[in-house]
């Protein structure tokens, strides 16, 4: 059974970077899509990020395009979100997942099948 634990989230003032990393053990990170999702307050889990098996190809949300880079180290079997000039609205419980989604469900939650048990950020002046 696969297992995710996130780590790295905390309260940060605006502007600021965070990495969370995501440690994935029962398997490797080969053969699946790994993402990070966000929960907001009263919110929907929104897609963050993604990076295709391959490794190759990443996918962003518009809001964090620019700001946030999604990474995986094989090695480590470890999964990485940089995130830079944070804002006050990437306020939220941040979710690893990971998965076998189609190309178009690579931004749905349900194209993934282990969910990690997400690390809270909270961007506050």
């Known amino acids: 059974q696969v297992r995710l634990v996130e780590s790295g989230g905390g309260l940060v003032q605006p502007g600021t970077s965070l990495r969370l990393s995501c440690v994935v053990s029962?398997?490797?990170?080969?053969?699946?899509?790994w993402a990070w999702f966000r929960q907001a307050p009263g919110e929907e889990r929104d897609f963050v990020a993604a990076?295709?098996?391959?490794?190759?190809?990443?996918y962003y949300t518009d809001s964090v395009k620019g700001r946030f880079t999604i990474s995986k180290d094989n090695a480590k079997n470890t999964v990485y979100l940089q995130m830079n000039s944070l804002k006050l609205e990437d306020t939220g419980v941040y979710y690893c997942?990971?998965?076998?989604?189609?190309?178009?469900?690579?931004?749905?939650?349900?194209?993934?099948?282990?969910w990690g048990q997400g690390t809270q950020v909270t961007v506050s002046s």
């Open positions: 997942a990971g998965g076998r989604p189609i190309l178009s469900s690579t931004h749905t939650s349900r194209g993934y099948s282990s």
């Open positions: 029962g398997d490797t990170l080969s053969g699946y899509t």
């Open positions: 990076v295709r098996a391959s490794g190759s190809r990443t």
